[in-house]
């Protein structure tokens, strides 16, 4: 079975820290992906990456960062942490070669800034 | 217009009736669709997807996709309460994944 497990399932941050989510897949998988999911917004795409060292943003890219290192690691950073970015934030891997197909969805990181 | 759009709900269905969730997109060049399911305080899983016009059927699930019209639909048939979750579309665009808000489903016993 494909895992994707997210380092850290609950989150509290104080407005204007450094915060960094990590993810990593077991299944080889080219592409990684970061989403947020809010109430009434739905999952909205952050950044995603479809090789090591490549980003790209997705719709809601403002006030965060990524970084993949290695193939099967995929780090969303916020840089400087805001009450608007408390949110659920998933990350996902797919295995189709130049796009997104069935994505495989970690357990989620519940971030709340203060 | 929003890029995919789905009734929020709630939908309340009796256990045993046929569910019909519906999904309508805006980008005539989308080529791959997808129903993901998502229990509450879990994350989404993959349940459907279909690329061509028409109906694709696994199980008790049947998607249907209507490109001239734009919209995507979900079926379940002899629905259960474990089917009670929100039920997102997703709109393979661009070559990334755009979802819709989900419609919540209750199948009541």
């Known amino acids: 079975d494909v895992k994707v497990t997210q380092s850290s399932r609950y989150l509290v941050k104080r407005t204007g820290e450094k915060v960094f989510l990590e993810c990593v897949q077991d299944m080889d998988h080219e592409n990684m992906f970061w989403y947020r999911q809010d109430p009434g917004l739905g999952l909205r795409l952050i950044y995603f990456?479809?090789?090591?060292?490549?980003?790209e943003k997705g719709d809601i890219p403002e006030g965060y960062s990524v970084s993949r290192e290695k193939k099967e690691r995929f780090s969303l950073i916020l840089e400087s942490a805001s009450t608007n970015q408390t949110s659920m934030y998933l990350c996902?891997?797919?295995?189709?070669?130049?796009?997104?197909?069935?994505?495989?969805f970690g357990e989620g990181s519940r971030l709340t800034v203060l | 217009q929003k890029e995919v759009e789905q009734n929020s709900g709630p939908l309340s269905v009796p256990e045993g009736a046929i569910a019909s969730l519906n999904c309508t997109y805006s980008?005539?060049?989308?080529?791959?669709f997808f129903w993901y399911r998502q229990y509450s305080g879990k994350s989404p899983e993959l349940i459907m997807f279909i690329y061509s016009n028409g109906d694709k059927e696994d199980g008790r699930f049947t998607a249907q996709l209507n490109k001239a019209s734009q919209y995507v639909s979900l079926l379940i048939r002899d629905s259960q309460p474990s089917d009670s979750a929100t039920y997102l579309c997703?709109?393979?665009?661009?070559?990334?994944?755009?979802f819709g808000t989900g419609t919540r489903l209750t199948i009541i016993p």
């Open positions: 996902a891997s797919s295995p189709m070669t130049g796009g997104a197909g069935e994505l495989f």
């Open positions: 997703a709109v393979n665009r661009r070559e990334k994944l755009t």
């Open positions: 990456s479809y090789d090591v060292k490549m980003k």
């Open positions: 980008d005539r060049g989308s080529q791959s």
